[in-house]
């Protein structure tokens, strides 16, 4: 597998005896795809004094200063695709990195439009709530000749008619691992999932800190609309969770990779490129199985994006246009494992030898069954669902 470099230098967003404060207000566990961000403006004035120490007062979108300053995922970008757009095109990246939507939305609207970034990337479910509150650039297509290699099927979606102010970055969807070492009977489901989560791995079990990702579970499970609005849902879900399956967590991470390398719990719930970074970690890559479960799952996008008053946007604009580049694509796949939703990226990542291509691109019968996230009425029921279960958990 590809080793992990180091990333660029990460500035911390906050002190370290802040983040109980800010956990509470944002009303989430941080995360790295976190889907569910409602309670993003309630947390934007407790984010005020956390704006970026780079940023000026009246930051425009203007020619910048030679710097890109990009306010993304932990560990989403190849570090060698950034020193060679940094060489080829001149300005020099930092990077910020948050650990949730919530997170990023509160940042930029306490900041309104001087936070010195210039580029995010939202996950598709909390675009149309940035572009509510003005928090994105309206793209340029002019700009971006590159976005001409995008498949179809990543553009012009429901939550950015005619892509006026995101693009994909990659996507990908949800399901766990198991070590048959410990499960010696064949998974396949989300009902299989929770079976083996209270026999065989009960005491081993890791799951997404992802208050969304974790309620999935049962709805799909249970042939619930995983998107329900349905009060008496959320509810049975409630009484589920916290009584039948909390007795049995060890931990909560978003960060699975490491663990399954490693071997340390029998079951995790995990984003598939996660999972598959795992196995190729594991000395024994035949001991844990990834499942895509039958009954479906969560399906994501992760989009670029300028941000409201990027003081380097057209710096923006020459690094999105670069990691648009069929080759600079392929080398993103590579490192991060998910697919970008360039046109001809899998016989690309097929003729390079890329490993376990079949957890990057996902078969036709699993994505018939899978369903995008979004943003609801009841999110906050599910916010308070979660911290429940932690608190149950022992987490």
Known sequence: MPQRQPQLPVRALVPAAALPRLQAQLGAALSRRTFLGGLAAAGAAGLAACANPNASEGAGGGGGGGTLNIYTWGEYDDPQVLKDFTAAQGPAITLDSYGSNSEMTAKLSAAKGTSGYDICVPTHSNIQQMVELDLLEELDHSKLPNMANLDPSVMDTAWDPGNKHTVCKDWGSTGYVYDTQRITRELSSWKDFIDAAQNEASGSLSLLEDQGEVAFIYFFANGIEPNTQDPADVEAYRQWVLSDLAPHITTFSSSTSAAISASEQALVHCWNGDGRLGILGNADPERYRFV????????????????????????????????????????????????????????????AGVERPDLIFIDQSVMSKLVYSEMTPRDQDIIKIYDELKAKAGQ
């Open 292 to 351: 895509w479960p039958s009954e479906g799952a969560n399906l994501w996008q992760d989009n670029w994006a300028i941000v409201k008053g990027a003081p380097n946007a057209e710096a923006a604009y020459q690094f999105i246009d670069y990691v648009l580049d069929k080759d600079v694509s392929l080398k993103e796949l590579t490192y991060i494992g998910y697919n970008t939703g360039v046109q001809g990226i899998e016989e690309a990542a097929t003729a």
